[in-house]
């Protein structure tokens, strides 16, 4: 008996042989498609510009616009030419006859577009439909359009749905099965959804709330197709909403409604590490419910997302790093599916001939006759393999988008990427025109004859090792990762620890003066703004004897931990590190409940602390020893830094653990002693914070917790001629008192007192007339509105150009209208309470002063009716002069400003006292370069929202009102916190001098410990 590899590779070259009767055409040499597929596969940078002109094109009105878009993005001399090579004529040429050139380019990229899109609309599809079913293919119809970003979005889309089915099944009534045979399994009318399309709030914390408004919105849609006997399949999307598809799937299709129903089908991406497991879940699923289901198998379409996400994010990768593992993972699916055929219809989504033939290959083996299960193809893709595969009596489905250009970029540009890429099956066979042999290996062979299971790299494969150790000086930096909430595991963590954290309110925390604890007669209680009845605490609370106690014991303690190595000091951070990571679940749960944080943004504070104890740690090992100057013989001068003494932290309670850990590492990593004052609205947190501290092994009096109230105990430390440092974070009122305090000597002061600042904002993002809408709209509503606008980054002045300003108004007063608010223990909410009655009250009164200056667009209307609650509001109409426009509001209020063009954006985003944050949304490379340049602002993000700084990567701190220009989390914070000192010293003896000095010695420290 043959061997199945044998089998399969004798199937792969039949296919293959019928294949190259008619070789595909996509590949071939002629045309404006070809001819950029030709240059992308030959060039990967020029790929890149090439895709991004290609989806930045249809978004342009004029040809003027679009030959100076070719210009910016073909600007290098080099690309130029080759680019002369795809137009057909130079760039030069272009510019002259603009009218000539921008109609033919997009004249070209449309025609492009239609050899991947079916249809335009219903009506249109039926032409390609009606070819396709003469030719023995069938279909399944897929809607392209934006993302998705408000409800009515959501609607429109089930609504266009709703019709597509109606008109397939209309013109389609009459039409039967191609082979005959089985159709009872195969209804013609196949609608392939995408559940995105249906919620614009998706949160893959939050299965249950998706599932919940998701159901509703396809139940008719069910309905409607169960009575036209129709198909209905959910695609899949990214992996974050990978589980709450599975779990509609099952859902849905457990109701009694629908529970008999064969005809559903979901897709499992053979890339994705846990498929395996999904599929039998599925399948024992199925079996339970006791009727068909169906299953197309494919590799997965977001390879390069998925990986640039999880690394981003410091995530375990959820896909297979080299391509065999995808290719062999499918091929035990396939097996899974086949040997489970009793329940599940099996439609293999592939264009390579190798997985193809190993599904025949099976299917053969297990005595499946070919009509009872399917083929699937792309549109426009692999169409000799199609025509193959019907020769061979196979059932073949083509997966068939309708839309318009516009809405299926993204779609061409996914398109354009997969037959493009160095791993795939297309261009290996069509375009490099790679041996048989070679396409149809057994990828568990090319797996087993790698090197311990590691294939050479290659350009798609992630090259995960570095060549530096981690802890060398020098290895690049490795931020801490951030909770993956769409993993089921972390969210029932984060519930546990909620539960866990109810349990323990009303705890009370004193005060740690030089390692003692301190209870006060008063107490200071903390509550939860989502629900103020609710105690998360109590605190004692200092006065100025207690103050008095704490600046005697840092400045005691001094003496020693300035002489303690910088490296016991850095050991110490890490170990910060480490407790701070082992109860980030715990302390996550208590800043929901102190300070009305959601989920992931409590996480990603905890995240920040950790990530600036471990890099502190880091920059001080780099700056903690003595560094030679010059290298001059017979004489050694060393520069190194001092502590300056005392340090007095005053933390805000937005950032309640990151900002004030950052601080008072950055002060202890440096040898400072340092007395830290948390906010009065966050002190619980601020207590585990000096908890932290104290299990890492903090000495008693280096760091000592004092809360009270700013304008007392605050007022008296600034003041105070032992303290030698401020960092504060805060207000800009306050702020200044603090620097003009602070610059005041008084009598005994040893040092000119430091003070690190680092105040508000009033941040400006500017929306290009050629900004990609699905992006812009999004993060401009998540960095105005998520944790309600209380970030000193947060998003406060839209400025958008007229010229898309009607467009972008409509998308984003929907968007406004969709966003969750609620309390944050639940997940998946954007918007939570603000922090306390005082600031709901001025709040309050803003959204008053707006409506008396500017027009009311936008106003959330149902709110929690407990709470510190403000609806996101948003006003038109604004102009720069006016209060709402220049004044900090902190909540969830945003001013929107119409501008001519982007000269006047730029002056009416710089028209403001503060720089801290500022962004720019564009496809421009010429406009972005600009923006680059003349933003003023600390933090200049491009299309991205303006919040959410990550530690090392983007170092954060202002200018102008915002701050005095320190970047905590950058390089040279840290020397914010030393004093230089050089030290000099002649070695020359008679002219007789060392022949080398060493570019670093130890610490100055004595006596020696
Ligand atoms: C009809 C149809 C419907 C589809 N529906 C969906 C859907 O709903 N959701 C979805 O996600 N995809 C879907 N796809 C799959 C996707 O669009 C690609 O077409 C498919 O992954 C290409 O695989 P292939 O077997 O044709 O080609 P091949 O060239 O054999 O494989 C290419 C694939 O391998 C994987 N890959 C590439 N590089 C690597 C690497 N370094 N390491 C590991 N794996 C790698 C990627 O998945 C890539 O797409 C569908 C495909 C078809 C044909």
Request: proline letters at 5%; aromatic letters at 8%; charged letters at 25%.
């Amino acid at each position: 008996m043959r061997s199945l590899q044998s089998e399969v590779e004798q199937r792969g070259r039949r296919i293959l042989g019928l294949v190259d009767k008619h070789p595909e055409s996509l590949f071939s040499k002629a045309g404006f498609y070809q001819r950029l597929m030709t240059l992308s596969m030959r060039d990967e940078q020029l790929k890149l510009q090439l895709f991004r002109f290609v989806d930045v094109l249809p978004s342009l009105r004029t040809s003027g616009e679009i030959v100076e878009h070719l210009q910016e993005y073909f600007a290098n001399a080099h690309d130029s030419r080759k680019v002369s090579e795809f137009l057909g004529a130079g760039i030069r040429l272009a510019r002259m006859v603009p009218w000539i050139s921008g109609p033919i380019l997009r004249w070209n990229v449309s025609e492009m577009a239609r050899q991947f899109i079916a249809g335009r609309n219903p009506n249109d599809v039926m032409r390609t439909l009606r070819k396709r079913r003469a030719q023995r293919i069938g279909f399944t119809v897929d809607l392209l359009g934006e993302a998705v970003v408000s409800e009515t979005e959501a609607d429109e889309y089930a609504a266009r749905y709703q019709n597509l089915l109606e008109s397939l099944a209309g013109e389609t009534k009459y039409w039967t099965d191609p082979l005959g045979k089985n159709s009872e399994l195969f209804p013609v009318v196949n609608l392939s959804v995408k559940i995105s399309a249906l919620y614009s709030q998706m949160s893959p914390a939050d299965p249950a709330d998706a599932v919940a408004h998701l159901a509703p919105k396809l139940r008719p849609l069910l309905r409607r197709a169960r009575e036209l006997g129709a198909f209905i399949n959910f695609d899949m999307e990214s992996y974050a909403h990978k589980n709450t598809t599975l779990e509609l799937f099952k859902t849905v299709f457990t109701e009694e409604e629908f529970k008999d129903w064969p005809h559903a089908g979901i897709v499992i991406q053979a890339y994705l590490r846990d498929s395996e497991t999904d599929l039998r879940d599925l399948i024992d699923w199925g079996r339970t419910r006791g009727t068909r289901f169906a299953v197309r198998l494919v590799k997965g379409a977001y390879w390069d997302y998925e990986t640039t996400k999880s690394r981003q994010n410091g995530w375990n990768f959820p896909v297979y790093l080299q391509k065999p593992e995808s290719d062999a993972n499918f091929e035990t699916l396939t097996r899974l599916l086949l040997e489970n055929e009793a329940v599940v219809t099996s439609a293999f989504g592939s264009h390579n001939v190798r997985s193809i033939a190993h599904a025949q290959t099976l299917a053969d083996e297990l005595g499946i006759d070919r009509s009872r299960f399917e083929f699937q193809l792309l549109y426009g893709m692999a169409g000799p393999i199609k025509r193959a595969l019907v020769d061979m009596g196979y059932r073949v489905r083509e997966y068939c988008p309708v839309g318009e250009l516009l809405p299926g970029m993204s779609y061409l540009v996914r398109r354009l990427l997969e037959n493009t890429s160095n791993e795939g099956f297309l261009r290996a066979k069509f375009s490099e025109k790679v041996s048989a042999k070679e396409l149809l290996r057994n990828p568990c062979e090319i797996l087993r004859g790698s090197r311990n299971g590691v294939l050479p790299p290659s350009n798609a494969t992630i090259n995960m090792t570095t060549t530096t150790p981690k802890t060398q000086p020098g290895a690049p930096y490795e931020n801490a990762p951030l909770t993956n909430f769409a993993l089921p595991e972390n969210q029932e963590k984060i519930r546990a620890a909620l539960r866990e954290q109810r349990k323990q309110f009303g705890r009370k925390v004193p005060l740690t003066i030089n390692g003692e604890k301190i209870s006060t007669d008063k107490m200071f209680s903390s509550v939860n703004p989502s629900q103020p009845d609710q105690i998360v605490g109590y605190a004692a609370e200092a006065g100025i004897p207690e103050a008095e106690r704490a600046v005697a014991a840092a400045r005691t303690a001094f003496e020693k931990w300035r002489r303690t190595s910088f490296e016991e000091r850095c050991q110490l951070l890490e170990r910060a590190a480490e407790i701070l990571e082992r109860r980030r679940f715990e302390l996550s749960a208590l800043e929901v409940f102190e300070v009305g944080k959601p989920w992931a943004e409590a996480d990603g504070d905890i995240r920040e602390a950790i990530d600036f104890c471990t890099f502190y740690a880091r920059q001080m090992r780099l700056i903690g020893r003595p560094r030679l100057t010059q290298n001059v013989p017979g004489e050694e001068s060393y520069r190194h830094y001092w502590p300056r003494g005392v340090a007095l932290v005053i933390a805000p309670w937005n950032f309640p653990m990151a900002i004030l850990c950052g601080m008072v590492s950055a002060a202890l990593v440096t040898g400072n002693t340092v007395i830290m004052k948390p906010s009065e609205q966050s002190v619980i947190i601020g207590a585990m914070l000096m908890e932290i501290y104290e299990e890492a092994g903090v000495p008693p009096g280096v760091l000592n917790f004092l809360n009270g109230k700013g304008s007392v105990i605050g007022a008296h430390m600034v003041d105070h001629k032992d303290v030698d440092l401020i960092a504060f974070t805060g207000s800009r009122e306050v702020g200044l008192w603090i620097w003009e305090t602070a610059g005041k000597t008084r009598e005994g002061q040893r040092e000119l007192k430091r003070v690190i600042c680092e105040m508000g904002g009033k941040n400006a993002m500017i929306v290009d007339s050629d900004a990609d809408l699905d992006e812009a709209i999004v993060d401009s509503i998540y960095s105005a509105f998520g944790f309600q606008g209380q970030k000193c980054s947060a998003l406060s002045r839209l400025i958008v150009l007229e010229e898309n300003y009607d467009r972008v108004m409509e998308r984003l007063l929907g968007a406004a209208a969709s966003a969750r608010v609620g309390n944050p223990d639940e997940p998946g909410i954007v918007v939570g309470p603000v922090i306390d009655e005082a600031a709901y009250r001025r709040i309050l009164d803003y959204i008053e002063v707006g409506k008396s200056e500017a027009t009311l667009a936008y106003q959330a209307k149902e709110l929690p009716p407990h709470g510190y609650f403000i609806p996101p509001t948003i006003f038109t109409g604004v102009k720069p002069n006016m209060r709402i426009a220049r004044e900090e509001i902190f909540g969830p209020v945003l001013s929107v400003l119409k501008v001519r063009d982007l000269d006047e954006a730029i002056e009416v985003a710089n028209g403001t006292d503060y720089a801290l944050t500022g962004g720019f949304f564009s496809r421009s490379p010429a406009n972005i370069e600009r923006v680059k340049a003349q933003l003023e602002a600390g933090n200049v993000y491009i299309n991205r929202p303006c919040t959410g700084a990550i530690v090392g990567r983007h170092p954060f701190g202002g200018f102008k009102m915002s701050g005095s220009g320190t970047k905590a989390g950058g390089e040279d914070y840290l020397l914010n916190f030393l004093i230089p000192r050089v030290v000099t010293e002649n070695v020359a003896r008679h002219g007789l001098a060392p022949e080398k000095t060493p570019e670093y010695r130890d610490e100055f420290l004595w006596p020696k410990q």
